[in-house]
């Protein structure tokens, strides 16, 4: 108990407020709105980290291999662990899952993320949407 405690103490206000931190919801953006997002983090930071808590730890997989699996991103730690939360319906705590996925930018993410912006520039004027 005392190395958390120590831990915490040690704790900067940036590591509470991480710039490159996306949480994510399972019901309130769509998945490619956080997909997008990580690409964006990532071009700004080296790294991103990805938190979810319950149901929405299924989201932030699915973004992660996504990432992982159009080269963008590597692995580089998962961290999962319990939260003490209170129940709203029943005013008594209860614990929900929470994951972290930290990505890192893969070799080639700077010429993929290029290479996917000059696509759609080139693309071809009746694939762009308007009158």
């Keep these: 108990m005392e190395e958390i405690t120590e831990g915490v103490a040690d704790m900067s206000v940036y590591d509470a407020h991480k710039k490159n931190r996306i949480q994510v919801s399972n019901t309130k953006k769509p998945l490619f709105f956080y997909v997008n997002l990580a690409k964006r983090y ?16 299924a989201t932030v997989v699915t973004v992660a291999e996504i990432l992982k699996n159009n080269g963008l991103a590597i692995e580089k ?55």
């Design 42 to 57: 990532m071009q700004q930071h080296e790294e991103v980290e990805l938190s979810a808590l319950g149901m929405a730890i």
């Design 77 to 131: 730690r998962i961290l999962t662990s319990t939260v003490d939360m209170k129940d709203e319906t029943r005013g008594r705590p209860i614990q929900k899952a929470k994951v972290e996925i930290i990505l890192g930018k893969s070799e080639h993410f700077d010429e993929l993320m290029a290479a996917a912006a000059e696509e759609r520039e080139l693309a071809p004027e009746e694939d762009q949407v308007g009158p």
